[in-house]
């Protein structure tokens, strides 16, 4: 079945303690992305891959980083949470640029 | 950068009725609409999608239109059922990159 992985789906987490968030897709898609997704403001892009050590800023990448390593896996890191990053997040890839996205099921963080 | 405006951020219709929800667009080099659906504890899924070379696109109960003069696109959902109820993103992007711009949601209700 094709389709998006990502874990965990749910973290609770304290300020400052390291995380990562693991994307997988097995659609051997070129495209991958990252959204956060907050009341009121839609869902925002984090940072996005091309292809396998490709990657750039989307609008809000303040505080994540990303690698991608391999061309299934894109996973988001959080080097310093904070309360602020408390959010659903989303995990995307597509085969090109302008196609359909293919979304995780999301990864609701809490940052205490 | 793209600004997405999307309205309005909720809509209740009941069962058989049509729901309309509309988009603006600041860049005019914008190229590519889609139009996504949320689920509940779900990632977005590919409703449908319309390139600035079409005017509209049909596909069985759901509409897009598009007006390049005016930067707004519509999304039209006719003889609406109960599971068409969630969260419809409008997005937009130009070929150039990856980056796919988000409006806020709009939340869909349908009552029976």
């Known amino acids: 079945e094709a389709q998006v992985t990502q874990n965990p789906r749910y973290l609770i987490t304290v300020t400052g303690k390291k995380l990562t968030v693991t994307c997988s897709q097995n659609m051997n898609h070129e495209y991958m992305s990252w959204y956060r997704q907050d009341p009121g403001l839609g869902l925002r892009q984090i940072y996005y891959s091309m292809n396998v050590e490709v990657t750039d800023k989307g609008d809000v990448p303040e505080g994540y980083k990303v690698s991608r390593k391999e061309k299934r896996n894109f996973p988001l890191i959080l080097e310093s949470p904070s309360p602020n990053q408390t959010s659903l997040y989303f995990c995307?890839?597509?085969?090109?640029?302008?196609?359909?996205?293919?979304f995780g099921p999301g990864t609701r963080l809490t940052v205490t | 950068g793209e600004n997405v405006e999307q309205h309005p951020s909720t809509l209740s219709v009941q069962e058989g009725d049509s729901a309309v929800i509309k988009c603006t667009y600041s860049d005019s080099a914008s190229n590519y609409f889609p139009w996504y659906k949320q689920e509940l504890g779900k990632g977005s899924q590919l409703i449908i999608d319309i390139r600035s070379n079409v005017g509209e696109k049909k596909d069985q109960r759901i509409a897009v239109t598009l007006n390049k003069t005016a930067k707004h696109f519509s999304l039209h959902i006719t003889e609406t059922q109960p599971e068409d109820s969630a969260v419809y993103f409008c997005a937009a992007s130009i070929d150039s990159g990856y980056a796919l711009n988000f409006g806020k949601g709009t939340s869909l209700l349908v009552t029976p």
């Open positions: 995307a890839s597509s085969r090109q640029p302008q196609g359909e996205q293919y």
